[in-house]
């Protein structure tokens, strides 16, 4: 039978995306469907660390050794997705000696360099490190930005032929007796691009081999054909400060804990987390005390953070799974390793397989094994070449910076720009037509601007993962209009009124959790500026009723 | 020694002038003072004058024809309700006197309906000049300008969604170069400087002021409109030079739509204010933050607990890190609201910085918002109590100070986003705070 396409992978996240572009870069026809946007569910919604390994180091030394092999290779294939911070991992006085030592030990075993600094040399490389912290282990964390690194995979995936359907939400998986044979989804009505079908219709899509990469999720579609995939959801808050206390990747050196982590990130500074285990990845409640929990334990590490300035919180869902009969309580325990099942092998249901567990940092490699399966289940010969083809803009990343002028930008906005383009900045910025800056907060311009449009369509939140625009610290109240301006007239004025809408919305969403001080101070201000100035609250376009305008002043 | 004034107004920003204007007219030979800190928001506001665009807690009524007919049923605690409606119309008046003909919009109680750069339209009381060839009501057909290195006003755009809110005319919009603006990300007041002096610029026909470039770019592209709306960015000082230059080279009328931040119709207005508080002998302070204050009678005051008979013997303003005494007899509170920072908050508090006065609010700050972005915010309502004679009530319901009144954002109990209300509420509180201040010093 003839099928849509030979493999049909289901998430956007880094996983599928990353799973895409190994299988297209290999010569096999794919197709990827996303409910929402890229990055929608666990890959947008965690805390940007590139791991060293380190984290691992005592509890789980195969994921430690696999992070520092991977984290070097995305310093290579994805340079312009990654600022190589650094890390400490920091003991405080109530933190243990033997643990200290553990941890330094299972690094140097697992092939992590690690370097011991004092208390004082430790507050050299960060000095707002608390005054009593007794010494750190300096290891290569790294800071990665998710959104970046994922569009960068899905585009280059597209570049070898893959088909990338966002907004293609599965309702159902099409299964023949024992075999799953594709999926039914829906196009969701929204604001975003749509390459193949309409919004509100549904499309069935056969493939060869089906492969399940919906992390968190995956146990909701494995249903769909009944097939029992136990995964446990566990959530954990991630709280973003307006500036970067630090430099490096702060990590508190002890067994575990909530709150143990401070990632430098872009123009911010990212708090997290903790780990709950919830019953729903897209119901669960957010909790104040969460927030201020964060707040207050990693200021022992770094006091200032009790006076900063928060913009916002979000909480991303963990996708982990362990084998059956493992019965692990807290999901603290349980491992970050990842599983393929073959559903043929375990189920009796040929077709299809599911990808459950892991995290970001091995992204690549998980997709390289799990391309490795589809080819062997596929019979087909050909190797994974992603540790080494650089991802589109880190190309020749090295002689970037000297070959290229600045575009006519000012310096903070071109570098800033040059580091999310990558070596796309040339393609993106050179352009003779006029070039303001769209968010200032985060130094986008137009071109950059106009550049998301195309790749995403109308959806101004796609606009916003792969620019950075309206994410520092007025949460898109200044620049919002402005990005929706952009859309104007390719889209008409409804759609970029509901594009509007929609990432205005998003972006109140996580402030919500960052309402004291400053952050309130400036809700306030975007609230006045979109409903006083511009009445956008009470807009009469958007009202049931029509206005009697003579009834007002027409003038003297 | 203290500097010794009759009142003292802290804050700048249209509430703050507006107190002490009145002040000063209410009381000819009071020594009146106005001290501030920061620039005020005027300058993120967008000039126009609100008086009530909405009813309160009724927004899907529409907007309203009469702003002064809601205003006897707003609820009790509104600052309008606090003043008295009468006290709105003289604020209003003594408003159009200030401002003489830089405004309109006095020839009728009706709202205007004036086009926003988003391209809506949003109910208003009181219009800059520059804006009133602009009304949504005025069925003349409208040419909207927008320039490309301009990325706040998209005019063909707005155009469209002036259309799609039902506005009485046909409105098109286009996009053009700026003649004489080579940076790409040029601010504002360099479009308006450029326009005030006529500054000479290349064009394709050798050099040209800048009025006449400008013109002559429009009007190639004019289809029969009989007016021409410019984002509002059509000079600064010389303002009214500048559209009336242009209007006669393109022979219709021109306008300008009020923008968002930095906004020139608010700082023209500013500027306005402190020219009439100049003619006024009004005594200004800037750049000072007010720091700290004492009472008359301190050992009173913790013996027991702030029986509203307290006064405030002075403030302390810190001029470059000196501390300044500044001693009055009356003293008005116009330090904003949350934007203005004159209410300030922490995790657990909201509070309102210099006097420390009662901020009514909610223990659980996730009872401060709501989930819906333009949803009924009760953040938005914070500011301090009043009693009728606008003097600040702690939270038994006594005034705080004997001889403390507030005005403008400071105050709470009312939504101005959502209301459209927040000029109206700074005149009319502004107005009594200072009149009041001025006579119960006298």
Redesign the interface.
């Known amino acids: 039978m003839a099928t849509d396409t030979e493999v049909l992978v289901l998430g956007g996240g880094s996983t599928g995306c990353g799973i895409a572009r190994d299988l297209a870069m290999r010569g096999l026809e794919v197709t990827l469907v996303e409910r929402g946007n890229l990055t929608d569910g666990t890959t947008g919604r965690m805390h940007g660390l590139l791991h060293s390994g380190g984290r691992y180091a005592v509890s789980d030394r195969a994921s430690a050794t696999e992070c520092i092999e991977e984290n070097e290779i995305l310093r290579e294939i994805a340079g312009h997705c990654v600022e190589e911070t650094g890390g400490l991992f920091v003991q405080r006085p109530e933190d243990s000696d033997d643990y200290f030592r553990e941890k330094l030990e299972g690094c140097r075993d697992c092939g992590i360099p690690a370097r011991v600094l004092s208390g004082r040399e430790a507050r050299e490389v960060e000095p707002y490190l608390a005054e009593d912290v007794k010494r750190a282990i300096e290891v290569p964390d790294g800071a990665v930005d998710p959104f970046r690194l994922c569009v960068a995979n899905a585009l280059d995936a597209e570049t070898h032929g893959a088909r990338i359907e966002t907004h293609a939400e599965v309702v159902d998986l099409l299964r023949d007796g024992d075999d799953v044979y594709g999926v039914e989804v829906r196009h969701e009505s929204g604001p975003g691009k749509r390459i193949h079908d309409a919004a509100g219709t549904t499309e069935e899509i056969t493939a060869e081999y089906v492969v399940n990469a919906t992390g968190a999720w995956a146990g909701q579609i494995g249903a769909m054909a009944d097939l029992e995939i136990e995964v446990r959801p566990s959530k954990g808050v991630m709280t973003i400060m307006n500036v970067r206390q630090v430099d490096t990747v702060i990590n508190r050196c002890r067994p575990k804990g909530d709150a143990d982590i401070v990632v430098p990130h872009e123009t911010t500074a990212i708090l997290g987390t903790t780990d709950e285990e919830v019953a729903d990845p897209d119901d669960f409640p957010e909790d104040q005390w969460e927030v201020d929990g964060m707040i207050d334990t990693l200021s022992e590490l770094v006091p200032i953070l009790e006076e900063a300035r928060t913009i916002r919180s979000f909480w991303g869902v963990r996708p982990l799974y362990e084998p059956p009969g493992t019965g692990t309580q807290d999901p603290t325990d349980i491992t970050r390793d990842f599983f393929l099942l073959d559903h043929a092998e375990r189920d009796g249901v040929s077709g299809i397989s599911s990808i459950v567990g892991g995290k970001f940092t091995t992204y690549r490699a998980m997709a390289e094994e799990i391309s490795d399966h589809v080819c062997e289940k596929l019979g087909v010969r050909a190797s994974c070449a992603t540790a080494e083809e650089p991802l589109p803009g880190s190309e020749d990343i090295a002689t970037l910076e000297a070959g290229m002028d600045d575009f006519g930008l000012r310096s903070p906005v071109a570098r800033r720009s040059k580091q999310r383009l990558g070596s796309r900045a040339s393609e993106v910025l050179e352009t003779d037509a006029a070039n303001p800056v769209i968010c200032q907060c985060e130094g986008v311009t137009r071109a950059e601007i106009r550049d998301a449009i195309d790749q995403s369509g109308s959806d101004l939140n796609a606009v916003r993962i792969r620019t950075r625009a309206s994410m520092g610290n007025c949460q898109g109240g200044f620049c919002c209009q402005n990005m929706a301006n952009e859309l104007h007239p390719e889209y008409d004025e409804a759609t970029v009124r509901a594009s509007l809408d929609e990432l205005f919305q998003e972006r109140w969403k996580g402030q919500r959790h960052a309402l004291w001080g400053e952050q309130l101070s400036q809700a306030m201000l975007n609230y006045a500026l979109h409903a006083t100035t511009m009445n956008r609250d009470r807009d009469p376009a958007n009202e049931p009723t029509a206005i009697d305008f003579a009834d007002f002043d027409g003038g003297a | 020694m203290a500097i010794e004034d009759d009142v003292l107004v802290i804050g700048g920003g249209l509430a703050g002038a507006t107190a002490a204007l009145a002040a000063a007219d209410a009381a000819p030979d009071a020594r009146v003072r106005l001290v501030t800190y920061k620039q005020s928001t005027l300058r993120?506001?967008?000039g126009l004058i609100?008086i009530l665009?909405?009813a309160p807690g009724a927004?899907e009524e529409?907007?309203l024809?009469d702003p002064f007919d809601a205003l006897e049923d707003l609820p009790q605690g509104h600052p309008y309700e606090r003043v008295g409606s009468e006290a709105v119309r003289e604020a209003l008046a003594f408003f159009d006197e200030t401002v003489g003909d830089a405004y309109?919009?006095d020839?009728?109680d009706?709202?205007?309906?004036v086009p926003?750069?988003?391209?809506?339209?949003?109910?208003t009381a009181r219009y800059p000049v520059a804006a009133?060839?602009g009304?949504?009501?005025?069925?003349r057909d409208a040419l909207l300008v927008g320039f490309?290195?301009?990325?706040?006003?998209?005019a063909?755009?707005a155009a469209?969604?002036l259309?799609?809110?039902?506005?009485?005319f046909s409105a098109r919009g286009v996009t053009v170069?700026f003649p004489g603006i080579v940076r790409?990300?040029a601010k504002v007041t360099r479009y308006a400087h450029l326009l005030d002096h006529d500054e000479s610029v290349a064009t394709g026909a050798g050099e040209t002021g800048a009025r006449e470039a400008l013109a002559t770019t429009i009007s190639e592209r004019l289809e029969g409109e009989s007016r021409v709306g410019f984002p509002a960015i059509l000079g600064d000082e010389r303002a009214d030079a500048v559209r009336a230059d242009l209007a006669d080279a393109l022979g219709v009328d021109v306008f300008e739509v009020?923008?968002?931040?930095p906004s020139l119709p608010g700082m023209r207005l500013e500027d306005l204010l402190y020219g009439a508080l100049e003619e006024r002998g009004v005594r200004v302070t800037s750049g000072v933050p007010v720091i700290d204050f004492e009472t008359a009678e301190a050992d009173a005051v913790a013996a027991d607990g702030g029986s509203g008979d307290d006064r405030i013997d002075r403030v302390v303003v810190d001029r470059n890190g000196t501390e300044v005494p500044h001693r009055a007899d009356q003293y008005v509170l116009a330090t904003g609201?949350?934007?203005g920072?004159g209410v300030?908050?922490?995790?657990e508090r909201v509070f309102e910085p210099i006097f420390d006065c009662h901020v009514p609010h909610a223990e659980?700050?996730?009872d401060?918002?709501v989930?819906?972005?333009?949803g009924d915010?009760p953040?938005?309502r914070f500011g301090l109590a009043p009693d009728r004679d606008l003097r600040p009530l702690d939270a038994r319901d006594d005034p705080e100070f004997a001889n403390l009144r507030a005005a403008g954002a400071v105050l709470g109990g009312y939504d101005?986003?959502?209301e459209?209300s927040?000029a109206g509420v700074s005149l009319a509180t502004g107005y009594v705070a200072g009149t009041r201040a001025a006579e119960e010093g006298e």
Not at chain 2, 110 to 113: E, Y
Not at chain 2, 344 to 347: A, I, P, T
Request: glycine share 10%; hydrophobic share 35%.
């Open positions: 993120h506001a967008s609100d665009g909405y927004p529409g907007p024809v309109a919009g020839h009728t009706a709202n205007a309906l926003t750069h988003g391209g809506t339209v949003k109910p009133a060839d009304l949504a009501s005025d069925d490309e290195t301009l990325p706040d006003f998209e063909p755009l469209a969604h259309e799609a809110a039902g506005a009485p170069p790409d990300d009020p923008m968002g931040p609201g949350l934007v920072k300030r908050s922490e995790r659980d700050r996730y401060w918002f989930d819906d972005a333009f915010h953040f938005a101005f986003a959502a459209k927040g």
